[in-house]
């Protein structure tokens, strides 16, 4: 019998409307190699790659009467070059033209008819380089049966290493088929009717709680903060269906600078170059919200959902998986002081994360392929299933390969993830380090960030606040005594 969504999964389909796609996406920059890489050789590329995830044929076929939740069928007419698009840009090819490009793509919702995946070649960037821009459903990205299409399309390998396969679709199940599947589950998993009487739709709060316990658990003081309403913040507004995209480039050394300049001392262990990040944002939080003339005092907080990979029960690294735990962090955005600010969010975060159970970011970077943009999924599913008044904002930051990445023999330059938005959640941030580089992608509504390049040099400027701090002190221990 064809695999049933989970509860979770399907209710990434029931929530999702118009103004809220529920997909992922990412924009990778890469330099072609002399001979060139075409739209033909893309078509190749991800036709061999979706031979290991068969789930990137299939569709999602509702049971007559919603008696149980959807099913996942192979797609009979599947055709994957309705999926892999070609576009180009005009002339000068510039990084605004494709920020707008991916402004407009990614605001489309894909077709609930076909896999719900879609990849564009983008011609015509500036210097001869050329974009790949990728969207993947979240009721299609679970991290184990499957990852995401960016994850496929990019490997260490140079070059195309052709695929011996031969796919032919199972024969798709009459509805009499699937009603007889859904009773023999019903038989077997009792529990399930309860849930699919809900529907995923009629309880999103106790649905939110099975996801927590299901992704990994989260602190005591996860449950502390989050038991507050998150603070009135501009950033949650009425959404509509337009979007702003907005991509900053950063250097990866900066952030570990500002790590070593402030974290001298007793506590210098405690603070991670992920807590840099934060402290990045949180200072361009502040700063756009002055440029707006909004009320910024000494108490002023912005409350972020922080997904963070964790360890399975077995701890085997290089294994994906889909365990992730939210953390709640109140940017501090109402500190003048940007050193100050980071320590207040590295003992947040370290309060969090006591139970010694997140992944690093080596391990991270370690695993097989290219898993960022399966990450950054897994961590939009996990925020898109929590109640939208917990937190203003969501930042996602995936440690990356720090060695060279290639689609084909096409060299991966920079990579931006693009986070949807959810209902009254006007900006999401993600992060993705490659190379040397921090790369942020900002996906914002298009009416309520209609100054998102604002928050694009604000965070420039933060993190250059961050490296020209003086440097911390060194904390003298205290002498045992005699």
Known sequence: MPDRLTSLDASFLYLEEPAAAMHVGSVMVFQPPEEGFDHDQLVRLVSDRIAYVPRYRQRVRELPGHVANPVWVDDEDFDVSYHVRRSALPRPGSDEQLEEFVARVQARPLDRGRPLWEVYLVEGLAGGRLAIVTKTHQALV????????????????????????????????????????????????????????????????????????????????????????????????????????????????????????LARGTF?????????????????????????????????????????????DDRTAGRLGSKMAACFVDLPVGEPNPAMRLHQIAFSMRQQMEGGQALGAQTIAGIA??????????????????????????????????????????????????????????????????????????????????????????????????????????????????
Not at 212 to 220: I, K, M, S
Not at 291 to 312: I, K, N
Not at 384 to 390: G, P, Q
Not at 447 to 475: K, Y
Request: contains cysteine.
């Open 268 to 312: 210098s262990d405690d603070v991670s170059v992920h807590d840099v990040v934060l402290a990045t944002v949180a200072g361009a939080l502040r700063n756009w919200l002055l440029t707006r003339g909004e009320s910024v005092s000494g108490g002023t907080t912005v409350r972020a959902m922080v997904p963070v990979s964790v360890y399975g």
């Open 369 to 482: 392929g290219f898993a960022p943009p399966t990450l950054h999924s897994l961590g939009a599913r996990l925020g898109s299933a929590m109640s939208r008044r917990l937190f203003n904002v969501v930042i996602t930051n995936v440690p990356g390969p720090q060695q060279e990445m290639y689609a084909g023999g096409a060299l991966l330059l920079a990579t931006y993830p693009v986070m949807p938005l959810a209902r009254g959640q006007a900006l999401s941030i993600g992060l993705t380090s490659y190379l040397g580089s921090v790369y942020y992608g900002l996906n914002g509504d298009r009416e309520a960030m209609s100054d998102i390049h604002v928050l694009e040099q604000c965070l420039v400027d933060a993190l250059a606040e961050l490296v020209d701090q003086p440097p911390r002190r060194e904390t003298p221990r205290p002498e045992r005594r005699r």
């Open 142 to 261: 679970d991290g184990i049966n499957a990852v995401d299409i960016g994850q496929i399309v990019v490997d260490g390998e140079k070059g195309e290493a052709p695929v011996e396969h031969s796919w032919h679709p199972v024969r798709e199940p009459s509805d009499l088929e699937l009603l007889t599947g859904a009773l023999v589950d019903a038989v077997r998993r009792p529990n399930q009717v309860i849930e699919n009487v809900r529907g995923g739709l009629a309880d999103v709060r106790a649905l939110a709680g099975r996801v927590v316990g299901a992704t990994g658990g989260v602190a005591e003081a996860v449950f502390r903060s989050a038991a507050r309403p998150a603070p009135h913040s501009p950033l949650n507004a009425h959404v509509g269906e337009a979007r702003r995209f907005a991509m900053v480039a950063t250097d990866l050394e900066d952030y570990r600078t500002a790590r070593s300049r």
